[in-house]
């Protein structure tokens, strides 16, 4: 059996999988942390897939798709010296199967681009892709499969940190479901605030974009924190909250398949 080892490192968190052709066997979300060494990231990937009995050995390719630089070079020297291959960075130059219609499309971020080729391959186009990382992202693809660019808002969990440090009185709190819309404290209110303003904002956009490609887009959310944002929008239709880990397999696929 040949596994491949996929890996989304985003600015917040890292999340792995190990795919068994199409199929997702195992996944596992770690801390990003610049200052991690190769050396550090293959205990931690070995344990975890020691932990899934699965056996290392029969993991023979790597696609990684990162939006922290300094990170890359790193991963490619733990791929190097403990998987013996050459990993597959998502960048310029590799087969996508989309076209980017930015104005420099160097720009956009790998995890934007891996995202629009999943939610094309598997729903089809017009698209939006609403993504809850530590920025929420907006992506929309044209009925041809083209990437045309998007959005960017300060993340969930951004913003409740920001309103803790740059306030003097509001409280550092936990991301949870509020009760009502109209909170009776301070913490039930900043609760409310998160969730119902993030979920009006999401729908405003969608809205807005919907209004600017002409055609109604089907709307994919995934993330680390989807559930609970996305369950409450009106505008969202699916929630993949495994988009990106899919996305890096096809683009795996399409370059050495």
């Not at 807005?208 to 369950?231: C, N, P, R, W, Y």
Request: proline share 4%.
């Amino acid at each position: 059996m040949s596994v491949l080892l996929a890996i989304d490192v985003g600015n917040s968190n890292n999340v792995i999988g190990l795919f068994s052709g199409d199929k997702l066997l195992t996944h596992w979300r770690i801390r990003t942390e610049w200052t991690r060494t190769s050396d550090e990231y293959w205990v931690l990937i070995k344990e975890f897939i020691l932990l899934n009995d699965v056996d290392v050995d029969i993991i023979d390719d790597i696609i990684i798709a990162c939006v922290v630089p300094p990170l890359i070079p790193i991963l490619k020297d733990m791929s190097r010296k403990y998987f013996s291959c050459d990993p597959l960075i998502v960048g310029p130059g590799i087969k996508t199967g989309i076209s980017i219609l930015y104005k420099n499309p160097a720009e956009v971020g790998a995890d934007r681009i891996v995202n629009s080729v999943a939610a094309y391959e598997k729903y089809g186009g017009p698209l939006i892709i609403v993504d809850f990382g530590t920025a929420t992202t907006f992506d929309a693809v044209s009925k041809k499969g083209e990437y045309l660019g998007g959005a960017i808002f300060p993340g969930v969990l951004l913003s409740l940190e920001a309103l803790f440090k740059n306030t003097a009185k509001l409280p550092r709190v936990e991301m949870a479901e509020p009760e009502n819309v109209i909170g009776k404290s301070t913490i039930e209110s900043i609760h409310s605030g998160t969730i119902y303003g993030f979920v009006s904002m999401i729908d405003g956009m969608v809205l807005k974009m919907q209004e600017e490609l002409q055609e109604k887009a089907h709307v994919i959310a995934t993330g680390g924190i989807v559930d609970l944002i996305a369950s409450k929008s009106k505008s969202i239709d699916t929630i993949d909250p495994f988009l990106t880990l899919d996305g890096l397999r096809i683009i795996h696929q399409r370059n050495y398949g």
